[in-house]
């Protein structure tokens, strides 16, 4: 401001004079005085204009204490644990200067930042794997750190980083001990500052005499993939959310492995049970009554208010604007929606990739609550338990209880309304869907000859279970002490022989109090081996028994 006003009224000042210097008349000269005398003004009360800007810069470095002296940990199963810095490199500084804009007033910025390498001691070894990370307590993605893992071995070799600095013949290779070596870890995102590290680390049951004894570990064979529910828990992709106005929410990555939440478990399964050659796929679909002639067996949607993107929810026909919404309980959802067809398609591929025979297992979820008002065939009441076993799906007065038609001609219908009249040549497949063109009904038939195709488009399945723990049901007589539920899954085996081939291994997962035979305690005295016809049906490949053993 002083220079432009005494620039001015030095021009004024000289105009006065006249006369010229050196070809300058007085107006320039005085201008120039004016100005000049401002500029130093000017300076005086406003700077001289900014300097250099550091940010980032510290004086000190501070290192979590190192662990020499301290007991090394010993575990077992999975644990989260500290890990003890056992070996360091020097702190590497890096300044990046940003020259100022256009004016004297814009300063050039140097932001400094730091990396270390470290290595930090978990345990005793051997271990089979270090899952999560956290750093100061906030859970961190294993593929934003350069980490190599050490599993403790006896045999295990220096770590390159360190030999590398410290000299090959100077390298510890810390034998016995597992640990982690965290190269070039950038330092800026911990505000400039080594954080304190946590892992999860597994460990099998280690000791004399345990290769005698196979742990769950080396001695796992097989898994179920589990709970069956989420609309996309099952899909390799990574599925959206779109809420609009740039608010969307990812349905299927829920860790920070920067993988779908089916390929973190599908690498998880590959590193803690190296032995697993087989998964049991389960997919589930929502059954609302224990009377098998009023029971519906559908799939259902989490919600109906936004779809996903890019894989649509469809299954057996079904779109998600035309399908029921799960029971909620205190406004949250009960259970997960049925997963999509594209899922388990996907799920499948994924599966088979990785080396693992696929047994598809059809899963039926019952989802009364607690304030329905279905009259229980079991006791009379005027509610059914809230959330039942499908094992309780029996006739409209169970058997035992006054007034049952057990042994009757109407036992049989009420069965044959479950299992419904769906056939395999109802469903078409229209690329990578499958539509439905059968009866209007949500049967047992549909439900399963759904996914016999659904299998076929995937390029079939090892296994396939055609049900499971249908318990009361298949204890259902009707005339002449027939076993229509038996009867049916026969035929239902027929048909998804014909889906599937001859090289699928079909059966029933019969629950353990089920499998070898039916007492009906009403004084008879009578034995039945009910699911015999089953059992030795041509179609059925093996005697399936769901038994939940204590570990």
Known sequence: MATILLSAAGAAVGAGFG????????????????ATIGRAIDQKLLGAGSGSVETG???????????????????????????????????????????????????????????????????????????RVWADGIEIARGDLNMRVYDGSEEQLPDPKIAAVEG???????????????????????????????????????????????????????????????????????????????????????????????????????????????????VSWFGDDLRCGSCEIRPKVE??????????????????????????????????????????????????????????????????????????????AGSQPALPWRGRITLSVAPGQPGNPDGTAAAATQVAAFFGGARPEHFIRYGQTLGYHGPAEWSLRRFVLHYAHLCAMAGGVDAFCISSEMRALTQIRGANDSFPAVAQLVQLAADVRAILGPECKIGYAADWSEHFGHQPGDGSGDVFFHLDPLWADPQIDFVGIDNYMPL
């Open 303 to 380: 919600g109906k208010s936004v779809d996903g993107t890019p894989m649509p929810w469809v299954v057996s026909g079904l779109v998600r604007a035309d399908a029921q919404e799960v029971v909620r309980r205190e406004g949250k959802a009960v259970y997960g929606g049925t997963p999509a067809d594209g899922a388990v398609l996907e799920a499948i591929a994924a599966l088979k990739q990785a080396g693992k025979s696929v047994t598809f297992y059809p899963f039926i979820l019952m989802e009364q609550l607690a304030s329905n008002t279905l009259p229980d065939p079991w006791t009379g």
């Open 19 to 34: 006369g010229t210097v050196l070809g300058l008349s007085g107006a320039v000269i005085g201008r120039a005085i004016g």
């Open 168 to 282: 090959a013949d100077r390298a510890p290779a810390y034998r016995g001990i597992a640990y982690v070596v965290l190269e070039d870890l950038a330092l800026e995102r911990f505000g400039n500052r080594v954080p304190q590290f946590t892992f999860e680390v597994v460990r099998p049951a280690q000791g004399a005499g345990i290769g005698n004894v196979p742990d769950l570990i080396r001695g796992t064979r097989a898994v179920a993939m589990i709970p069956g529910t989420g609309e996309y828990s099952l899909a390799t992709t990574p599925v959206l959310y779109n809420f609009g106005l740039g608010a969307q929410n990812v349905a299927n990555e829920n860790s920070p492995s920067g993988m779908t939440d089916f390929s973190t478990s599908l690498s998880i399964l590959n590193e803690e049970l190296p032995n697993c050659e087989a998964v049991s796929l389960v």
């Open 57 to 131: 810069r510290v004086d000190r470095l501070r290192l979590s204490s190192a662990g020499e002296g301290a007991p090394i940990g010993r575990l077992w199963g999975r644990m989260r644990i500290p890990g003890q810095v056992i070996w360091t490199t020097r702190f590497f500084e890096t300044a990046t200067r940003q020259k100022g804009g256009k004016g004297a007033s814009r300063p050039t910025v140097t932001n400094y930042s730091y990396s270390v390498s470290l290595a930090l001691a978990l345990c005793e070894g051997k271990i089979t794997r270090v899952g």
